[in-house]
């Protein structure tokens, strides 16, 4: 197979992240925070060597905690929930955020009666930095989401000077960093963002079940969801100290393991290099194809190794079944979590977009592939293809 659906989740991951998830399980997969004898003091200590690389990652010393989750879905709902909102409140989002981020806020749109409001976008589809300050001014930001890198087209969005604006009026600020955590430089003190949600198994090329945020010391979240955290067991409340706040369940010491290891890897590498590279490749390859639409990010610099395509004549999810069933290429089709950018793409003709997403573990030899197969395809190929099968676009 040649598997070209890192957005989803990077695969395969290191060797030492295998080799580290499964010596821990079989070795010391012991609750941690739960118990004073040997195994369970090295599973806690483990977990907070961890955050300390997560934090030596951001450059977030002395400024931000991390609390663990079992997915980034979770974390953004922590961070979303446990905001003080009230009928009055607005906050905004970019075209690009994933569900993750617009449902929780719709639920409290319809539960709370808050505002939502869509950051404005240039013709290339960049988000119009001055038409923003614009929209901050006559309707002050209280809470401002932007994703880091978009899930649909690769664009790597300017976080900073849109939450510098939004601090100007002490919003809260939220960057959703789950496609961007280990490859792309983050520097928190420079962001200027309350809370970092990551997830694990996407561009830290971790296991499923470890995903989390950083979160500044002074930010006012609320607990939102509660439990056991093996600290302060007699009191009914979570504690009022970070990160036990807002961390609650037994965590999954195996997957945290995994990205401890993930984390040493990633030192060694360059991540966005390799991946900006395989991607100029690919895009001028696809350019050559005459029935290709592409939906990729408005400057080859702001550009990570996602992007969207469409092939005329054929619907997203038959593409992709093409592509799975005649050349192995496993790829996403439909619209990605990702409701809101798909009606700036227009691309409702084709039921959503043909994602192709790329790790440092792609050749130029699988993206050879992918382009010869797209130079065939047509709707004939689809005759020998299992109904079935071109259901699964989502």
């Known amino acids: 197979m040649i598997y070209l659906d890192n957005g989803a989740t990077t695969f395969p991951k290191p060797e030492c992240v295998y080799e580290a998830a499964d010596h821990f399980a079989r070795t010391g997969a012991v609750n941690a925070g739960r118990g004073a004898y040997h195994a369970a003091r090295e599973a806690t200590e483990m977990i907070k060597n961890v955050k300390a690389e ?45 569900n993750a981020v617009l449902r929780p806020l719709e639920l409290l749109k319809q539960r709370v009666g808050i505002t939502v409001i869509e950051l404005p976008l240039k013709d290339d589809l960049s988000i119009d930095l001055e038409k923003t300050e614009e929209m901050f001014k006559q309707n002050k930001p209280d809470f401002v989401c932007v994703t880091a890198v978009s899930n649909v087209t690769g664009y790597i969005l300017p976080a900073r000077e849109i939450f510098l604006m939004a601090k100007e009026y002490g919003a809260f600020t939220l960057y959703d960093a789950s496609q961007a955590m280990g490859l792309i430089r983050i520097t928190f003190g420079q962001l200027f963002a309350d809370a970092i949600a990551f997830a694990g198994h996407k561009t830290l090329y971790a296991p499923f079940g470890i995903a989390g945020f950083l979160i500044r010391e002074n930010a006012k979240i609320r607990p939102f969801i509660v439990g056991g955290n093996g600290t302060k067991s007699l009191s009914l409340e979570m504690p009022a100290y970070l990160p036990d706040r807002l ?62 395509l469409n092939v005329e004549g054929l619907k997203a999810n038959e593409t992709a079944a093409i592509l799975d069933h005649d050349y192995d290429i496993a790829v996403r089709a439909g619209h990605h979590c990702a409701a809101l950018i798909h009606r700036h793409l227009k691309d409702d003709p084709f039921d959503g977009t043909v994602r192709v997403s790329l790790s440092v573990f792609t050749t ?21 293809i299992n109904p079935d099968i071109l259901r699964g676009s989502c």
């Open 247 to 308: 961390e609650s369940s037994s965590l999954n010491t195996v997957a945290i393991a995994g990205l401890q290891a993930s984390l040493k890897w990633l030192k060694t590498i360059q991540p966005l290099k390799i991946e900006q590279e395989l991607t100029d490749y690919m895009i001028d390859k696809l350019k050559e194809i005459p029935q290709i639409i592409l939906y990729t990010a408005p400057d080859r610099a702001k550009q990570s190794g996602v992007i969207s």
């Open 364 to 384: 130029k030899e699988d993206i050879n592939t992918l382009v010869k197969a797209l130079s065939s395809i047509d709707k004939e190929t689809l005759k020998k």
């Open 54 to 98: 997560l934090i030596s990652l951001c450059d977030a010393r002395e400024q931000a905690e991390v609390v663990f989750t079992h997915s980034v879905t979770v974390a953004l709902n922590e961070i979303i929930g446990g905001y003080d909102w009230n009928e009055n409140s607005v906050a905004y989002v970019t075209p690009y955020e994933h």
